[in-house]
């Protein structure tokens, strides 16, 4: 089992940055597909992007794609999302998830774990 904490939202102008951390407990961070997922009011929970165990591929969805990026540092059970160009529809309360064995990374059935979220605002 892992646990899962996020951390960096806030409110930003249009056209800013933000980075977004989510540090899991446990010894076996490296064997989890880690995601990205985002929900507005309103909406239903989006797949951000998702990088794999090892980091060496990293996956978007085609709204943020060339102005997000996913990292993680596996000796250090994290996982980062650097989000540039912020644009007011970014805004959303953010969840990092962990993916066990799932093969479908976009989707958020496949995730065992979630995080409690964190509220990123971009103001226009």
């Known amino acids: 089992q892992v646990q899962l904490v996020e951390s960096g939202g806030g409110l930003v102008q249009a056209g800013g940055s933000l980075r977004l951390s989510c540090a899991a407990s446990?010894?076996?961070?490296?064997?989890?597909?880690m995601g990205w997922f985002r929900q507005a009011p309103g909406k239903e929970r989006e797949f951000v992007g998702a990088i794999s165990r090892s980091g060496s591929s990293t996956y978007y969805a085609d709204s943020v794609k060339g102005r997000f990026t996913i990292s993680r540092d596996n000796t250090k059970n994290t996982v980062y999302l650097q989000m540039n160009s912020l644009k007011p529809e970014d805004t959303a309360v953010y969840y990092c998830a962990a993916d066990s064995f799932g093969t479908r990374y976009y989707s958020a059935d496949e995730y065992d774990y979630w995080g409690q979220g964190t509220q990123v605002t971009v103001s226009s």
């Open positions: 446990g010894r076996t961070f490296s064997t989890y597909r």
